[in-house]
């Protein structure tokens, strides 16, 4: 049987073939960068236990390549890395563990026709009981997760009638390990048309979304809505509209929190300058939007909707803010969504580089413990960030409110973290981060725990291209289940050459 590493990189090869053979004028510029980076780790714990402690040294050995291509019409990102561990979770064997992060974008037709697609492989927590960072310490409570999804869209415009989008979209996610995660295969249409030049006083729009997610092991998922949108401008600073939809939405639930049927909602809209627009409607939908920026550095949009049909029925929050400095940028999100946790492993970007590294691949430590049912999501983040010439300080704090359809039960996860890469002299960088989070739940299997997380670590340019680094990592998690108590000192000294 292929292998699923085998299937991605098929995947991705055809991906790429869609962008390597193209017209000479818009062939894309290519820069390969094979890398390999060797750590040798020291860990008083692990085996992440309160009980039973035990230390080891673990080498690592990751070779990888980095491969862009980019033109006026394309682009193409792919980072692979091939993690060799030796000694990992104290077994004295040899694990391998493929990693992978791609994305791409191509114009097949000037302006009309496009094709996105992604895939990655990683390696996550099974459950957000026994969190572990990376695959170097732990029980082994993980498993390996593969992603693709492929979406070619048309972006039409019928001279000044009307210009849209029109997107089909496939996806799979996969696992393996021992977890209750479901084998999907997903199809997707979403439609957007709206009204073109030709059409001045009045105005159009029209929005169908429908995606089907087939589970191999559990209940499908299917999400339906459609909408329909007339206005009429009264002068330059008033409208009024009327707004027509259905909701035909099917998955295991045992709540009230999505209604199928026909919608509909009346209502107007004030923008007596660009600074400050205010949009309100009423009936069996029902919201009202503010949207400000008092000043160009400054935007601020919010919504707070009462919806009778759809999904997150009820009183709903979406609020943004967006500030920003010379030096610094402020983020404020609320978000509410109905989602699931396949969704969110497509969504995510399983790696990072820093400093001109190699690509860092860790696991997400705040994704919900891997699970089939839908569930609703209310998000709260703030971001801020500092940037002088030689530092950059950064800062998050988050709360994630997650309540499970078909079970009832929900998870809360607080988080505060902060960073500071300081270059204080040439080619030598320091980096200090902290983060704490809290994971708790108050159904029926009612759980707390807390995780909090200090490193240091010191990066050195040796070579134009041979970097060396020494890192401490401290990490301490309480719990109210005595299984789940662990405290870890780790020394991390790695060696990364791009050729």
């Known amino acids: 049987m292929m292998s699923q590493l085998t299937r991605t990189i098929l995947l991705c090869a055809s991906t790429a073939s869609i962008v390597v053979y193209q017209q000479p004028a818009f062939a894309l510029n290519w820069l390969i960068r094979p890398n390999i980076n060797v750590k040798q780790i020291y860990s008083d714990n692990i085996t992440l236990s309160d009980t039973n402690r035990a230390s080891a040294l673990v080498t690592e050995v990751n070779p990888g390549v980095l491969i862009n291509g980019s033109s006026s019409r394309s682009s193409f990102d792919l980072n692979y890395n091939l993690q060799g561990l030796y000694n990992a979770r104290g077994s004295s064997s040899v694990e391998l563990n493929n990693q992978l992060q791609m994305n791409s974008n191509y114009e097949l037709v000037k302006k009309r026709l496009f094709v996105d697609s992604s895939s990655s492989i990683s390696q996550q927590n099974n459950s957000n009981r026994q969190i572990a960072g990376d695959n170097i310490s732990g029980s082994g409570n993980s498993s390996t997760i593969s992603t693709f999804k492929l979406s070619p869209y048309w972006a039409p415009h019928f001279k000044g009638f009307a210009d849209g989008e029109v997107r089909l979209t496939y996806d799979k996610v996969s696992s393996s390990g021992q977890n209750s995660l479901s084998n999907t295969n997903s199809l997707s249409q979403n439609i957007s048309l709206n009204s073109g030049h030709d059409f001045s006083l009045f105005s159009w729009s029209f929005l169908f979304n429908n995606s089907d997610r087939n589970n191999s092991g559990s209940e499908n998922v299917s999400f339906q809505n459609s909408q329909l949108e007339v206005r009429y401008a009264i002068g330059r600073k008033y409208s009024i509209f009327a707004r027509a939809g259905y909701s035909n939405n099917s998955f295991a639930t045992n709540s009230n929190s999505s209604n199928n049927g026909i919608s509909y909602t009346f209502g107007g809209q004030w923008e007596p300058s660009q600074r400050l627009r205010v949009e309100a409607g009423y009936g069996n939908n029902k919201f009202i939007t503010v949207e400000i920026s008092p000043f160009n550095r400054l935007h601020w949009i919010s919504t707070y909707s009462n919806n009778d049909i759809g999904l997150n029925t009820g009183n709903t929050w979406n609020t943004e803010l967006n500030y920003n400095t010379r030096r610094t940028e402020w983020t404020i999100r609320y978000s509410e969504d109905t989602t699931t946790t396949q969704q969110i492993l497509l969504d995510q970007q ?150």
Not at 425 to 435: D, E, H, M
Request: hydrophobic share 30%; charged share 20%; proline share 1%.
């Open 350 to 499: 399983v790696v990072s580089t820093s400093n001109n590294t190699s690509p860092l691949f860790s696991r997400n430590t705040a994704l919900p413990t891997l699970t089939n049912e839908v569930f609703v999501s209310k998000t709260a983040d703030i971001s801020f960030s500092f940037q002088t010439g030689k530092s950059n300080i950064s800062a998050n704090a988050y709360r994630t409110l997650r309540t499970f359809e078909l079970s009832g039960n929900d998870e809360k996860v607080t988080g505060l973290s902060t960073s500071w890469n300081w270059k204080f002299i040439k080619r030598t960088s320091s980096n200090l981060q902290i983060g704490w989070q809290k994971t708790q739940s108050d159904g029926l299997n009612s759980f707390s725990d807390k995780r909090f997380n200090f490193s240091a670590s010191v990066t050195r340019n040796i070579l134009s291209r041979l970097n060396g680094s020494i890192e401490y990592r401290f990490v301490d998690q309480s719990s109210s289940d005595s299984f789940n108590k662990y405290s870890e000192n780790r020394i991390t000294a790695t060696l990364t050459l791009q050729y």
